[in-house]
């Protein structure tokens, strides 16, 4: 089953329940930390994946395992790239929130540098979902178990009034 992650631009002292939201960190806000962070809103643990451009060129990580009702950081400190991009699983029930960017992956820990020849370097392709973070120094994404809207892994929110 597809599963949705959808980002929402919040004030970061917004508590108000939702459904799928990611959730914009405002750079004005006191005592704000500049990351890039995953919660996962399901009961179960998942594992997750990110993605980005480094200097060097594309790097691959994972995986961090996210307990349900959790979140964990995975990349600390100022965030250097506007687009990053994530892909999970649910390792109790199946499932995975992913999108249509192909990167390499591996069964076990891994930092991968490149994102083409996945097979042929002995490592696993996976489709992963784009956020563009605006150039913002902190981030952070929602997993829920809603099922994505019409096969989308990510739709942008709009701002409360």
């Not at 399901?42 to 060129?57: D, E």
């Not at 390792?91 to 820990?109: F, H, L, N, T, Y």
């Not at 994404?141 to 019409?150: F, I, K, R, S, Y």
């Amino acid at each position: 089953m597809r599963r949705a992650a959808t980002l929402r631009t919040l004030p970061a002292r917004t508590a108000f329940p939702f459904l799928v939201a990611g959730l914009l960190l405002g750079g004005g806000v006191a005592g704000a930390r500049a990351d890039f962070r995953v919660c996962n809103a399901t009961p179960n643990l998942v594992g997750v994946g990110i993605g980005y451009r480094a200097k060097a060129g594309w790097i691959t990580e994972g995986w961090w395992h996210i307990e349900g009702s959790t979140c964990k950081t995975l990349i600390e400190g100022p965030l250097s790239s506007r687009f990053y991009y994530l892909y999970a699983e649910d390792a109790e029930r199946g499932g995975r929130w992913d999108g249509p960017i192909s990167m390499c992956v591996a069964e076990k820990e891994f930092k991968i540098a490149g994102v083409n020849d996945c097979f042929a370097r002995g490592f696993q392709r996976a489709g992963f979902q784009e956020y563009d973070t605006g150039e913002q120094a902190s981030w952070m994404v929602q997993l829920t178990d809603e099922p994505a809207a019409d096969g989308l892994a990510a739709v942008p929110g709009q701002s409360p009034q």
